[in-house]
């Protein structure tokens, strides 16, 4: 019989309120921002968002009470049903904006790629949290790449070159933490920049247009270009304390594609303006500080690999998110975590918020 009192105390006892606070925070500020952005659009985005949120608290509950360490006992389970997803997505998946990576259910679109990013996590960190660091490392380094290789292959297909991106820092901060020789990374990493034109050679045409007009956007300004030059003006027109909540010219007028999604920073830059961007930005630091301190109270190797996985993946997605706005990285189509519109988006940043709180929990350091 359910025992609400006592799930009550193993899920709240000790429970890092800070961490959660700030994550649910930031998620409001973006339903707020959705709602602007998808005004007098079919389909009540920032309801959906609303729901969503309920949903994602309701899992990050769910990862705290089952615990970080029964998850990583099945990583590979998660693993394995991960890939299994990214192939299905490829065969029988939504296509929308000529991508292909949902899987429709019901009046649901689940996309999987999400979710591969912490089937990844777990997977690198019980393999190699499990492992002693000064012994077979070039084995370990092998198989940590495939583990992540995998995924990465299945997700550029879709295409989605952004989440395809978010893996190598996930698994090099990863390995770092871990205690790889440096000289495995720089390896990698000039091998990854000699193998820039195989790269190039595999992507679709709207990506390689994409990479062209990050260095000149008037090259194309009424195709390829266009939301760059948009997004830009979007930012720019906030100025110092924004045009006001639900005021946003570029917004309103539908100037701006994909607003309530991928370039919902740039509705937030316009109406707030430059102090309504800081102020999200410091939202976002406080986030990683918190997320931070998760490391320092555990010495669990495994908790630790967690932790560096989740932080690089959160970090990475603001950086390049908030860079293609402002014009300082190529637009990849990732969203801005915890603020654009998408379930499984939000979904997955509260199951890596519940996996920060579970290691908090459990202070093996005392």
């Known amino acids: ?123 690198l960190a019980q393999y190699l949290g499990e492992r002693a660091r000064n012994r077979y490392q070039t084995k370990r380094f092998l198989v940590a790449f495939i583990l992540v290789s995998f995924p990465m292959i299945f997700i550029l297909k879709q295409p989605d070159l952004g989440t395809t991106l978010i893996f190598i820092p996930i698994l090099f901060c990863i390995l770092f933490l871990w205690g790889v020789r440096l000289r495995y990374l720089v390896v990698t990493s000039l091998f990854a920049l000699t193998s820039f034109p195989v790269f190039w050679a595999l992507l679709k045409g709207y990506q390689k247009r994409r990479l062209l007009v990050f260095l000149n956007p008037n090259v194309d300004p009424l195709g390829a270009g266009y939301t760059a030059i948009q997004s830009k003006i979007a930012v720019g027109a906030g100025q110092f304390f924004g045009k006001g909540f639900l005021q946003g010219t570029q917004n309103r007028l539908r100037f701006l594609p994909e607003h309530h999604t991928d370039f919902i920073f740039c509705v937030i830059a316009e109406e707030w303006g430059f102090v309504g961007s800081c102020l999200i930005l410091m939202l976002f630091a406080l986030l990683f500080i918190r997320m931070i301190r998760v490391i320092e109270r555990t010495t669990d190797t495994r908790a630790r690999l967690i932790t560096a996985g989740v932080v690089s993946m959160v970090f990475f997605q603001v950086v390049i998110n908030i860079g293609m706005t402002v014009g300082l990285m190529p637009i990849t189509g990732l969203p801005l975590p915890f603020v654009s519109y998408g379930g499984s988006s939000l979904v997955t940043m509260f199951i890596a918020v519940g996996l920060l709180i579970s290691i908090y929990k459990d202070r093996s350091i005392f």
């Open 1 to 123: 019989m359910f025992n609400f009192a006592n799930w009550r105390e193993k899920v709240f006892r000790g429970f890092y309120w800070p961490l959660f606070y700030t994550a649910v925070i930031i998620s409001l500020v973006g339903v707020a921002a959705i709602f602007s952005a998808s005004r007098g659009l079919p389909g009540d985005y920032a309801l959906k968002q609303l729901a969503w949120l309920g949903v994602s608290i309701l899992t990050l509950m769910a990862v705290v009470r089952i615990g970080y360490r029964t998850l990583l006992g099945y990583s590979y389970a998660f693993y394995a049903i991960s890939i299994a997803l990214l192939l299905v997505v490829i065969i029988l998946g939504d296509m929308h904006l000529g991508a292909q990576r949902w899987i429709e259910i019901g009046p649901f679109a689940l996309q999987p790629s999400e979710f591969a990013k912490i089937a990844v996590i777990l997977t």
